[in-house]
C-alpha cells in the first residue's frame, strides 16, 4: 500500500522542510491544488529535481483543457496528474492520451461522484486508477461515510486510492478495504513532528501488510 503525502496550503519552504523530515517514509509525493496555484509548475519540477527517485503527482484537478494541462505537468516532471471525474469524456480520453505518450498515468479524482453507472464509464474510456475523495469541505461535517466505500465495489481491475482526512485512527480502518494508496496530508503536515507522525502511519500500514 502507497503512502502519499499530500502538500497542500503550505509555503513552498514548508513543503521542502516537510520532505526532509518524512522522505524516508512517503512512497509518493502531492503537489496539492493549492500548492500549484500558487507556485505554478516551477514547484512541481523542484520537487521532481530534489526527489526523482519517488512518484511525483500534480494535484491539477483538471476538468478542461485537458490536454494541455496533461502536457504540462508531465514536462514539469509529474508521474500522474489528477483529472475530475465530472468532466466530459473527451476531455479524459485526451489526458489519458498525453500519458500514454509520455508513459504517465491519470489519476481520475472521484469527488462528488455518486452514480456507478460513472465508473462503468469510466473504465470503458480506459481509466485504471481513480481516488475516491471525501473534500475538505465535506470533512467539516464528520467522518468519512461508508457509502464512499460502496462505488468501490464497482471498480474491478482499477487501482484506488483514498483521500479525506486521514489520521492515524481512521487509516486503522481504511486497511481491510481494497485500496493501493492512502492520501495523507494534514495528519502529517500538522502535526508537532512531521517526521514521526508519517514513520507511525507507514508503519501501521506496514504491520498490516506483513499480518496480511
Given at each position: 500500500m502507497n503512502f502519499q503525502l499530500a502538500l497542500d496550503r503550505l509555503t513552498r519552504e514548508q513543503c521542502f522542510q516537510l520532505l526532509r523530515e518524512t522522505e524516508s517514509s512517503v512512497d509518493w509525493i502531492e503537489v496539492g491544488t493549492g500548492v500549484i496555484k500558487e507556485y505554478g509548475m516551477a514547484i512541481v519540477r523542484d520537487i521532481k529535481a530534489a526527489y526523482p527517485e519517488k512518484i511525483l503527482v500534480a494535484d491539477m484537478k483538471t476538468c478542461d483543457a485537458g490536454k494541455h494541462e496533461a502536457i504540462q505537468a508531465f514536462e514539469a516532471g509529474a508521474d500522474i496528474t489528477t483529472v475530475m471525474a465530472f468532466s466530459a469524456d473527451k476531455t479524459i480520453t485526451e489526458t489519458l492520451k498525453v500519458a500514454e505518450q509520455y508513459g504517465k498515468r491519470i489519476m481520475i479524482d472521484l469527488l462528488g461522484v455518486k452514480e456507478p453507472e460513472r465508473l462503468s464509464e469510466l473504465q470503458n474510456l480506459g481509466v485504471d486508477l481513480v481516488s475516491l475523495h471525501y473534500g475538505k469541505d465535506m470533512q467539516l461535517e464528520g467522518e468519512m461515510?461508508?457509502?464512499?466505500?460502496s462505488l468501490t465495489e464497482h471498480l474491478e481491475g482499477m487501482e484506488i486510492a483514498i483521500a479525506g482526512g486521514i489520521n492515524k485512527k481512521s487509516l486503522a480502518d481504511l486497511l481491510d478495504k481494497p485500496l493501493h494508496?492512502?492520501?495523507?496530508?494534514?495528519?502529517?503536515?500538522?502535526?508537532?513532528?512531521?517526521?514521526?507522525a508519517a514513520k507511525e502511519l507507514k508503519?501501521?500500514?506496514n504491520q498490516h501488510e506483513i499480518n496480511h
Open positions: 461515510k461508508d457509502d464512499l466505500f494508496t492512502v492520501i495523507i496530508g494534514s495528519a502529517v503536515t500538522a502535526a508537532p513532528d512531521p517526521g514521526l508503519g501501521v500500514m
